[in-house]
């Protein structure tokens, strides 16, 4: 890509940006809210959300991972209103997120 971020336009969920990011995190997904382009929202509101590519990529996360975290977000945004349902997106997340450890590589010099 030309880029390490790309913005999600969530007018069709009919959710702004900053809820959809207040829910995201309930479920430990990171993005932030964002105006898009010709953006209706103001932008303490935004109509988007930026979602980072380094931390999915710093943990070695390619396609069919990438896939899966769209899945979660979906399933976080559809199903934004039924706590039980985020607590399982939740544990999956975190299930998912083991897969994928952060290392250090510390030496002593």
Same mark, same amino acid.
């Given at each position: 890509?030309d ?5 999600? &336009?969530?007018?069709?969920? *009919? /959710?702004?940006?900053? %809820?959809?990011?207040? /829910?995201?995190?309930?479920?430990n =997904?990171?993005?932030? %809210?964002?105006? =898009?382009?010709? *953006? #209706? %929202? #103001?932008?303490?509101?935004?109509? $988007? ?11 070695g /996360?390619? %396609? *069919? $991972? @990438? &896939?899966? =975290?769209? &899945?979660? @977000? &979906?399933?976080?945004?559809?199903n934004?209103?039924?706590?039980? =349902? ?7 997340? @975190? *299930?998912? @997120? ?7 590589? /510390?030496k002593?010099?």
């Amino acid at each position: 890509t030309d880029t390490h971020l790309f913005l999600l &336009d969530l007018r069709s969920k *009919d /959710i702004t940006g900053k %809820k959809a990011a207040l /829910i995201l995190e309930e479920v430990n =997904i990171t993005v932030n %809210k964002n105006l =898009i382009p010709f *953006d #209706p %929202k #103001p932008p303490v509101v935004a109509s $988007g959300i930026r979602i980072g590519t380094p931390a999915i990529t710093t943990r070695g /996360i390619e %396609k *069919d $991972g @990438i &896939d899966r =975290i769209a &899945d979660f @977000i &979906d399933e976080a945004l559809s199903n934004r209103d039924d706590p039980g =349902i985020l607590g399982e997106i939740k544990a999956k997340v @975190i *299930d998912f @997120i083991q897969e994928y450890p952060l290392y250090l590589d /510390i030496k002593d010099e």
